[in-house]
């Protein structure tokens, strides 16, 4: 998934280091957007839609969750995609 947004200063430090932990998560990547320094890409691949959902319903999500509903300049979008490689 991706989530574009302009963060409050300071909050281009992740502070949810604990989705890369999951079991289902393969990667987890925060883009800046070149050309603007204030929009960022949050971009996680998980092994299976499961493992998303999963993803999910952890404590962190809903934190993080809570966190970034202020910093959105726009509503969160999510852009799934499938991984064609690696494999």
């Known amino acids: 998934s991706a989530a574009s947004r ?3 200063p300071g909050a281009d430090n992740c502070p949810y280091p604990n989705t890369r932990k999951e079991p289902g998560n ?4 925060l883009l800046r957007v070149h050309g603007d320094a204030d929009r960022f890409i949050l971009d996680e691949i998980y092994i299976d839609e499961n ?3 999963a ?3 952890t404590e962190h999500y809903h934190r993080w969750r809570a966190v970034v509903a202020d910093m959105m ?9 499938d991984v064609i490689y690696p494999r």
């Open 6 to 8: 302009r963060p409050t």
């Open 26 to 29: 393969r990667r987890w990547d």
């Open 51 to 53: 493992a998303f959902k």
């Open 55 to 57: 993803h999910q319903q």
């Open 73 to 81: 300049a726009e509503p969160r979008r999510a852009d799934k995609a």
